[in-house]
C-alpha cells in the first residue's frame, strides 16, 4: 500500500543537539512538505520542496534546514535544538497539479 | 498570515446525534480540503472540494464548498465513537495554487458520548 512513513516516532535530546527527521513515500509523488503543530497554533509550514534540489521555506523556517536527497525522501534537521522546538512534526506529500495532501503519522520531538 | 476561522473550537455530544463545523475565509479559495486526526496519528484527508457548490459525501461525512467560495461545512450524521478526533479545514487560495501551500484552520475537537 502506497503510503508516507516518518522515523523516529518519537525521539527526545537536549539543547543544542542536531537532530535529523526522516520523512520517506512510496506515493509517487513529487511534491513533499514538512509541518509543525503546536496546540491551539494548528499546522504550520517549515518547507517545501517540489523536486530533488528543489527547496522552499515555508512560514516557520527559521532553525531548520532540510535536505531532499531523492524524489522519496524529505528530511528535516534541527542544527541546534532549543525547547520551543518542541511540538509534533509532520511530513506530507502531493502530485504535482492536485492541491490534496497526505500526511505522515509524524514525530514527536521533545528538547529538554 | 492568512488563517482560516474554524468553529466551534470543540464539540461534546450524544451518540447518534448529527455534527456540523464550518470554516470561514477572508479570502477566495479555489480548494477546500477536510482532515481528521486520531490522537497521535497524522491527518487524514476526507473530502476533497474543488468547486463553487460543490456537495461530496463519503460515508455519513457529508462537505460542501460554499457558492462564495470563503466558506466551507462538513456534516456527520449519526456520530458514533470512533468520530472521535481533531476535524481540520485546509483551504488553498489562487494566489497559493502553484505552490500548494495549504491553509489550515485551528480544528474543530470532537468528542462523542456514548
Known amino acids: 500500500d502506497a503510503d508516507v512513513t516518518q522515523t523516529p516516532r518519537n525521539r527526545i535530546t537536549k539543547t543544542g543537539k542536531r537532530i535529523m527527521l526522516e520523512c520517506s513515500q512510496t506515493?509517487?509523488?513529487?511534491?513533499m512538505y514538512w509541518y509543525r503543530q503546536d496546540p491551539g497554533l494548528g499546522l504550520r509550514l517549515i518547507y517545501y520542496?517540489?523536486?530533488?534540489?528543489?527547496?522552499n521555506k515555508g512560514e516557520i523556517s527559521d532553525g531548520y534546514s532540510v535536505s531532499r536527497q531523492a524524489q522519496a525522501k524529505f528530511s528535516l534537521s534541527l542544527e541546534s535544538a532549543i525547547p520551543n522546538q518542541t511540538a509534533l512534526y509532520f511530513c506530507?506529500?502531493?502530485?504535482?497539479?492536485?492541491?490534496?495532501?497526505?500526511f505522515g503519522p509524524g514525530t514527536r520531538l521533545t528538547v529538554l | 498570515g492568512q488563517q482560516l476561522n474554524q468553529s466551534p473550537q470543540s464539540m461534546f455530544i450524544q451518540e447518534g446525534e448529527d455534527v456540523s463545523m464550518n470554516c470561514t475565509s477572508s479570502?477566495?479559495?479555489?480548494?477546500w480540503l477536510w482532515y481528521k486526526q486520531d490522537p497521535g496519528e497524522g491527518p487524514v484527508l476526507l473530502i476533497a472540494?474543488?468547486?463553487?457548490?460543490e456537495l461530496t459525501s463519503n460515508g455519513r461525512l457529508t462537505a460542501q464548498f460554499g457558492i462564495t467560495r470563503k466558506d466551507s461545512f462538513l456534516n456527520i450524521s449519526a456520530s458514533i465513537p470512533s468520530d472521535v478526533g481533531i476535524y481540520f479545514c485546509?483551504?488553498?487560495?489562487?494566489?497559493?495554487?502553484?505552490?500548494?501551500?495549504?491553509?489550515f484552520g485551528q480544528g474543530t475537537t470532537l468528542q462523542v458520548k456514548p
Open positions: 506530507a506529500t502531493a502530485r504535482s497539479s492536485y492541491n490534496e495532501q497526505f
Open positions: 506515493k509517487g509523488h513529487d511534491r
Open positions: 520542496s517540489f523536486d530533488v534540489k528543489d527547496i
Open positions: 479570502s477566495i479559495f479555489n480548494t
Open positions: 472540494l474543488y468547486k463553487a457548490g
Open positions: 485546509a483551504g488553498l487560495n489562487f494566489g497559493s495554487s502553484n505552490t500548494g501551500k495549504l491553509i
